[in-house]
């Protein structure tokens, strides 16, 4: 059975830091979905990746094959980026890391 | 038209009621999901459509009853619930069921059983 580990589970900052969340996956899983859910909110696709990194405005996602782990980094840090962040394994299927609570504060 | 649209918003349902909720995507996706999202919880896989074949079910209880009458819609249909089954029913299609594509998610219906 296909697992996802996501860390941490609760993050509090403050505006303008540098913010990392870590999801290790098991073997079997060929892809790394990273999603983002604000309060009341539905839920955005940020980043799909198999290899490599990907970056987009303050967000970038990267993934090491070999060590089975992504990591989600936001620069420069806003309120506006407080939300749930799920990391998601993808391989006949979906596996959903249990998600990581993050408030950014002014 | 990347949205995947889902009605009605909200729902507020007797434990007697038959009711169902829609989800439409016109995006040509074969892969359309149904998931259950508790308060504070990640959301919980319930069926997988794939090709409009049924190909998952998470151990769904036979109260929750999917069906996909084309490709580009999805319904659950609702009956006989229960309190517990108060939660955000999500939607979601991808290009495919394997989960090596990007999922596009509906905003959710927000389910009330009283």
């Known amino acids: 059975k296909n697992e996802v580990e996501q860390s941490p589970q609760n993050l509090t900052a403050q505006e303008g830091e540098f913010i990392t969340i870590n999801c290790s996956y098991s073997?079997?899983?060929?892809?790394l979905h990273w999603l983002q859910q604000h309060p009341g909110g539905g839920i955005v696709s940020l980043f799909m990746?198999?290899?490599g990194k990907k970056k987009h405005g303050r967000l970038i996602a990267t993934i090491n094959i070999q060590e089975k782990h992504s990591s989600l980094h936001i620069t420069a840090s806003h309120p506006r980026d407080s939300a749930v962040y799920i990391c998601?394994?993808?391989?006949?299927?979906?596996?959903f890391g249990k998600g990581t609570h993050l408030i950014i504060q002014p | 038209d990347t949205e995947v649209t889902q009605t009605p918003k909200h729902l507020v349902m007797g434990m007697t009621n038959k009711k169902s909720l829609k989800c439409e995507q016109h995006?040509?996706?074969?892969?359309m999901y149904w998931y259950k999202q508790k308060a504070k919880k990640p959301p919980e896989l319930m069926f997988v459509?794939?090709?409009?074949?049924?190909?998952i079910n998470e151990s769904v209880p036979s109260r929750f009853s999917p069906e996909c009458p084309n490709s580009s819609l999805l319904n659950l249909h609702l009956h006989a619930l229960q309190p517990e089954d108060s939660a955000l029913y999500l939607c979601?299609?991808?290009?495919?069921?394997?989960?090596?594509?990007?999922?596009?998610f509906g905003p959710g219906t927000r389910l009330t059983v009283t």
């Open positions: 979601a299609s991808s290009q495919d069921p394997n989960g090596l594509y990007e999922q596009y």
């Open positions: 073997v079997g899983i060929s892809a």
């Open positions: 990746l198999s290899s």
């Open positions: 998601v394994g993808g391989a006949d299927g979906l596996t």
């Open positions: 995006m040509g996706h074969r892969a």
């Open positions: 459509y794939s090709y409009e074949k049924l190909s």
